[in-house]
T-cell receptor, first 113, second 115 residues
């Protein structure tokens, strides 16, 4: 079945440093979504990517969808303490013709002031 | 205010005692889903529903039941809870479920402990 792997599992950075999390799917995806979960909170939608090679930006956050639609990345420039949380990617399969959205295992980001 | 409401938020119960976690959304969403979150495993889908009276298994459905009699409600039922069902549960809804699935709105979560 479809699997979505995310690396790294944890990342500790100094405030102001950049951060990147990577998401890889075992199968081609129709689209990918990214969510952020603050400590003690619930996942909150950040963005959805649909097109091959798509790049979207939200202020300091840059999201990419790979050309083969099997991988994605989230890059944060100049991290701030407000970026602390766990970032999840969630991919929707294309080949297995289901509506399931499979979540990655998440990357927990800690930012030290 | 648009929201997904789960109850209870916290529950400690004992093995075998049936329980129901309710989920209600006020956004007229067609798609609803239940996830469990465990350390190191991310969010795993338990069951989902594309619309009223339409439900389907996710990746970890064993030990759970759901129903979708009304569009707004999607309760999660644990007929005979076991300790391995101790977890953080999230209900989520989306405007539609066909590809591509729209943005998921999550409830606040229900932390369940089964002794």
């Amino acid at each position: 079945g479809q699997q979505v792997m995310q690396i790294p599992q944890y990342q500790h950075v100094q405030e102001g440093e950049d951060f990147t999390t990577y998401c890889n799917s075992s199968t081609t995806l129709s689209n990918i979504q990214w969510y952020k979960q603050r400590p003690g909170g619930h996942p909150v939608f950040l963005i959805q990517l649909v097109k091959s090679g798509e790049v979207k930006k939200q202020k300091r956050l840059t999201f990419q969808f790979g050309e083969a639609k099997k991988n994605s990345s989230l890059h944060i420039t100049a991290t701030q303490t407000t970026d602390v949380g766990t970032y999840f990617c969630a991919g929707q399969g294309l080949m297995d013709n289901t509506d399931k959205l499979i979540f990655g295992t998440g990357t927990r980001l800690q930012v030290f002031p | 205010e648009a929201q997904v409401t789960q109850n209870p938020r916290y529950l400690i119960t004992v093995t075998g005692k049936k329980l129901t976690v309710t989920c209600s959304q006020n956004m007229n969403h067609e798609y609803m889903s239940w996830y469990r979150q465990d350390p190191g495993l991310g969010l795993r889908q338990i069951y989902y529903s594309m619309n009223v009276e339409v439900t389907d298994k996710g990746d970890v459905p064993e030990g759970y039941k759901v129903s979708r009699k009304e569009k707004r409600n999607f309760p999660l039922i644990l007929e005979s809870p076991s300790p391995n069902q101790t977890s953080l549960y999230f209900c989520a809804s989306s405007l539609w479920g066909i590809l591509p699935t729209g943005e998921l709105f999550f409830g606040e979560g229900s932390r369940l402990t089964v002794l």
